[in-house]
């Protein structure tokens, strides 16, 4: 018997209609297979927090300086974990002599074990960093959002006090602030880095709302009769956080480096405290004769900020919805 084509096929199957054109196109699709598209049936959607963190674990940029962060964590918290010295224990006998036995970078001017200090070091700095970050971020996006969400003389006061902030230089700020005090703890560094620096968060997380706030899932909650409240917290924040999250992110690394340069000056942090940025000045005048008192901090600080700085690079890239 000869073989039909799918018209004589169609025909000899009797009305052939647009109900048996139909039902033919079902059985075909029953019998293909699902595209990369398919869900499937009860598979729920994924959210851009999910999709995010399935991008960062798959990216090696992000699962480096995530674990070099981790490592900088621990040992701010137990530096005697690798460190057994005092970094406050000083030999004026060994002063500027190089690696020996159980002291593998060498001594600074004073006679201190640099390896000690230098361990002991990343505490002050991952301190600053941690806490300016959450006060800057937490203040900013506060004072950003709410000048976002309702506007009129809220914003326009917000966006005069802080093209004021943006106005003042920050090496300069902090000379004259802090030469005043005369603490040695990392706090005024601190309330001093906050100050001038909610008012970058405070600009991405205004604009950020402003453009949150007129889509149509939030228009729908306000025909619906949510208040301000709700929306802001249920509806606008978790959509609107994204932007902030990655600029504090990579501020981060800054903040350290702004601690370590004010530090640096002689108006940061002060002896008996230890710091990156103190060793790298008491360092600087004997560069010549002992490189190894310069180059152990700074290259620790240089570590550091570059590992927060790809950290916020990764989830940058993993946030932005652009770059998918």
């Given at each position: 018997m000869p073989e039909q084509t799918?018209?004589?096929?169609?025909?000899?199957?009797g009305a052939g209609g647009p109900t048996d054109l139909a039902l033919a196109e079902g059985d075909s699709l029953e019998k293909t297979p699902g595209g990369p598209g398919d869900a499937g049936p009860g598979t729920k959607p994924q959210s851009l927090w999910s999709d995010a963190w399935r991008d960062l674990r798959r990216n090696p940029v992000f699962i480096i300086?995530?674990?070099i962060i981790?490592?900088?964590?621990?040992?701010?918290?137990?530096?005697?974990?690798?460190?057994?010295?005092?970094?406050?224990?000083?030999?004026?006998?060994?002063?500027?002599?190089?690696?020996?036995p159980g002291h593998p970078f060498g001594f600074d001017g004073q006679g201190c074990d640099v390896y000690t200090r230098v361990v002991y070091g990343?505490?002050?700095?991952?301190?600053?960093?941690?806490?300016?970050?959450?006060?800057?971020?937490?203040i900013g996006s506060v004072l950003g959002g709410l000048a976002g969400f309702f506007g009129g003389w809220w914003d326009a006061i917000l966006s005069r006090l802080t093209d004021i902030f943006f106005g003042i230089p920050v090496v300069l700020g902090g000379l004259v602030f802090l030469s005043v005090v005369t603490s040695?703890?990392?706090?005024?560094?601190i309330g001093f880095i906050v100050l001038?620096?909610?008012?970058?968060?405070?600009?991405?997380?205004?604009?950020?709302?402003?453009?949150?706030?007129?889509?149509?899932?939030?228009?729908?909650?306000?025909?619906?009769?949510?208040?301000?409240g709700r929306m802001m917290l249920r509806h606008i924040a978790p959509n609107a956080v994204a932007p902030v999250i990655v600029v504090a992110t990579i501020a981060l690394g800054t903040y350290i480096s702004l601690e370590a340069t004010l530090s640096f000056l002689g108006v940061g942090l002060k002896p008996?405290?230890?710091?990156w940025g103190i060793d790298i000045s008491a360092a600087s005048q004997y560069i010549r004769n002992a490189p190894h008192m310069l180059l152990w901090p700074a290259g620790a600080l240089a570590v550091t900020v570059l590992a927060f700085i790809m950290l916020g690079d990764a989830v940058r890239d993993a946030l932005d919805p652009k770059l998918r």
């Open positions: 799918p018209d004589e096929a169609i025909s000899a199957a300086s995530a674990l981790l490592f900088l964590v621990v040992i701010s918290i137990w530096p005697q974990l690798i460190a057994s010295g005092d970094p406050l224990d000083c030999d004026l006998g060994k002063a500027q002599e190089g690696s020996q990343a505490r002050n700095s991952v301190t600053v960093g941690i806490c300016s970050t959450l006060g800057v971020a937490l040695s703890t990392v706090w005024p560094v001038l620096g909610w008012p970058q968060i405070a600009r991405i997380a205004r604009g950020s709302v402003i453009t949150a706030k007129h889509n149509d899932y939030v228009q729908a909650a306000r025909a619906l009769g949510a208040s301000n008996p405290a230890v710091s």
